[in-house]
């Protein structure tokens, strides 16, 4: 027995001495090595729907056509939805890579009704409200029209009439309404380019002026005094800020949800990335933020797709200048005027690729 003790003894003490050991040497030695961090995955473009020449056809996206390329917009589920203003039509690119007209004869006119025998007159935009109804700009009938998921057609604001008229939705008067967004509680701002200004329709059905005095200029400061120069895309924060793409102005505008306008980013028009106080964007038409608060352009002249962080820094996030339908690596794909902008619930970008004639995808 007292062997047994004695053995056991021995072994308490060296297990007592070796985990004495080991800390010690722990707590001297150098830390383990972790396992390699993975590469960053690069981004992708590809071609979403179109085969790459103009015209009307439905069916399977990648040999369905399509006119000049505007503005497109992606809903909860990730069906995608792009305004052909030459086939006077809203398409729709179905998650079965089909695509389909959503709305639209491809008759130029004006009619309400069924999303199959209603008119548009060349729509420029479309975006998707909080209940998946689809919100289009109709530029050559002056009116901001809607399109229910029952496929109905109907008009939210304008007479049809070209002009300037605030008040209710039914008379107010647009001239060339031709971007649109939607803040989180439903209210729809555009951008009137004839009558460069940033209109309101609220949800109420009243229509306001938010910023621009309808002088074509470059002015910054008190909302309604301040100046654009052919205000294209828009787009609106969680806080109620708008940020406005200023073609000829090649800069990127912020208007506050307290009415003070300023420069975003951008000086002259050109090309240069960086700080955003000393970028160039050359006649910049698409922008979309992500949840992040990063803001993404369509930069047409330089055919690229930019980035401004929140933190104001400029970079090239994709395409690498020269004009073409180049595919695959962000860094070296081509754009040909990159118009139109959106990005899905997954990070996924869609872009109407204006003389590309189909729609590019920039993913992981």
């Not at 909860?76 to 959503?102: C, F, H, M």
């Not at 102005?249 to 000393?278: L, M, Q």
Request: charged fraction near 15%; glycine fraction near 12%; include cysteine.
């Amino acid at each position: 027995m007292e062997i047994k003790n004695s053995i056991l003894c021995s072994l308490i003490t060296f297990a007592v001495l070796f985990i004495s050991c080991s800390k010690s040497a722990n707590q001297q030695g150098t830390t383990p090595t972790p396992p390699p961090t993975p590469p960053v995955k690069p981004y992708v473009v590809s071609t979403y729907a179109g085969m790459g020449v103009p015209g009307f056809q439905d069916g399977p996206a990648l040999s369905a056509k399509f006119r000049i390329m505007a503005g497109v917009a992606v809903d909860i589920q990730g069906i995608v939805y792009e305004a052909d203003p030459d086939n006077n039509r809203v398409r729709k690119i179905a998650l079965d890579s089909s695509v389909s007209t959503y709305a639209g004869t491809g008759v130029m006119g004006f009619n309400d009704g069924p999303a199959a025998t209603a008119q548009f007159f060349k729509p420029t935009d479309v975006a998707v409200d909080g209940a998946g109804n689809l919100i289009v700009a109709d530029i050559g009938n002056n009116r901001i029209r809607k399109i229910t998921p029952a496929g109905m057609v109907s008009t939210v604001a304008g007479d049809g009439t070209a002009g300037y008229i605030d008040g209710n939705a039914a008379t107010a008067r647009f001239d060339q309404p031709n971007a649109i967004c939607i803040d989180a509680t439903g209210n729809i701002y555009v951008s009137d380019m004839g009558n460069v200004r940033i209109r309101k329709i609220s949800t109420s059905g009243v229509v306001s002026t938010i910023a621009g005095d309808g002088i074509r200029g470059f002015v910054n400061g008190n909302a309604l005094t301040a100046e654009f120069n052919l205000p294209f895309d828009i787009d609106v924060d969680v806080l109620g800020n708008l940020y406005v793409a200023d073609i000829y102005n090649c800069v990127i505008r912020k208007i506050t949800s307290t009415g003070t306008v300023s420069t975003y980013a951008g000086t002259v028009c050109g090309f240069a990335d960086g700080p955003a106080a000393s970028a160039k964007f050359f006649n910049p038409k698409g922008l979309v933020l992500d949840p992040d608060g990063n803001l993404y352009i369509a930069d047409m002249g330089n055919n690229r797709i930019r980035k401004i962080t929140s933190a104001g820094i400029v970079s090239t996030f994709a395409g690498k200048g020269t004009a073409g339908v180049t595919n695959g690596d962000a860094a070296i794909a081509e754009f040909a005027n990159p118009k139109g902008i959106a990005i899905d619930k997954n990070g996924v970008f869609f872009i109407g690729d204006e003389l590309a004639y189909c729609i590019r995808k920039i993913s992981k």
